[in-house]
């Protein structure tokens, strides 16, 4: 190994909060403070950092939060950050608090941010390593295949879309239920499974609305189904416009329902706080080891580090087995019940 120059981090949550993140939080602060390396809390992401809004963070000022969805930290969405003068401000305070690492908790958006930074302070001379660790209900970071949040988000999306079938199964209804994913569909698609849907549309596929509604709900009520629960991702479009054209074109009167930022909220599962621990921990191997900017990442069930660079240029498409169990679990006509 080679010398550890690493003294004090920054740690962040920024972007939509996901439920895990102060898990992650703790680990890091926890695994950093057992190395000798002090940490730092930049509050509410890089708009925080812009601002001077942190907090020393120590052993006990992580604890009993490991069961607390949101973010201790606060989290935000900073336009000022995407430009340069906004990242010359944030490269002040990190000098002010002598920080040689930042550790950045969320997305995409999140990671580019920290990698500006980064090059922007070694422009100025003052090296800057910084790892991402992924965090978002979407799951849609394309070098990991598991981000933090994504479990408790469907288990939240299915327990409300469990009690929204009982009132459709009673009145005989179909429910259109939208869930958010921003612009990918593995939110929908994993909750579509989950609550044996109707139907699932999903950004990821054109949506033919009579091959993927008005057939399935066709395809249900010849099978002797009285109410039909549809999942819409939120970016394959809106599912108040898919309700008005079951109106007009199937000719039944549906009810929608937006889950909306219900599904960012509640108590991470054992699965978001275990992954959560498990990448705050390697966050601070990466750092220990000099490896420079780098991104955590769940692969195949490892915890694992990649180069910053290398990890922008990865994606990732929503699961084809996934897909293929979908299909069979919705298309009655085809599978012969
Ligand atoms: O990225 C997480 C997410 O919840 C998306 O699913 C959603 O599209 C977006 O954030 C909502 O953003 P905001 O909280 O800013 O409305």
Avoid at 92 to 107: H, M, N
Avoid at 229 to 240: F, P
């Amino acid at each position: 190994m080679t010398e550890n120059r690493v003294k004090r981090i920054g740690i962040l949550t920024s972007g939509g909060d996901a439920p895990g993140m102060n898990a992650a939080v703790r680990a890091v602060v926890r695994t950093a403070i057992g190395q000798g390396i002090e940490c730092i809390g930049i509050r509410r992401g890089w708009h925080g950092m812009i601002n001077n809004d942190f907090v020393p963070l120590d052993a006990s000022s992580v604890s009993h939060i490991i069961n607390k969805g949101g973010t201790m930290l606060y989290t935000a969405r900073s336009e000022d950050f995407r430009a340069e003068a906004g990242r010359a401000k944030a490269l002040t305070c990190c000098k002010l608090l002598g920080l040689d690492a930042i550790v950045a908790i969320g997305g995409d958006g999140t990671f580019r941010g920290a990698q500006a930074l980064s090059k922007q302070a070694q422009e100025a001379g003052m090296p800057l390593q910084v790892v991402g660790i992924p965090a978002t209900i979407d799951n849609d970071i394309g070098c990991s295949q598991y981000t933090i949040g994504f479990d408790t988000a469907c288990n939240t999306a299915i327990e409300c879309i469990d009690k929204l079938r009982d009132t459709m199964q009673s009145h005989e209804r179909c429910s259109l239920v939208e869930v958010m994913g921003r612009h990918a569909g593995f939110l929908a698609l994993s909750v579509g499974i989950a609550v044996g849907a109707t139907a699932v549309l999903i950004p990821e596929r054109d949506v033919d609305f009579q091959r993927d509604v008005a057939e399935k709900i066709r395809q249900a009520r010849l099978a002797g189904t009285t109410h039909y629960m549809i999942v819409v991702a939120e970016g394959a479009g809106s599912a108040m416009d898919f309700a008005a054209q079951i109106r007009e074109q199937v000719g039944i009167d549906p009810r929608v329902t937006v889950l909306g930022h219900i599904q960012r909220g509640g108590t991470p599962t054992v699965r978001d706080r275990e992954t959560a621990s498990r990448m705050g921990y390697e966050a601070v191997q990466a750092l220990l080891n000099n490896k420079g900017n780098c991104v955590i990442a769940y692969q195949n069930g490892r915890i694992v580090d990649i180069d910053m660079e290398t990890a922008f240029r990865m994606t990732k498409g929503l699961d084809q087995e996934r897909c293929e169990v979908l299909e069979a679990m919705t298309n009655r006509r085809a599978n012969g019940f």
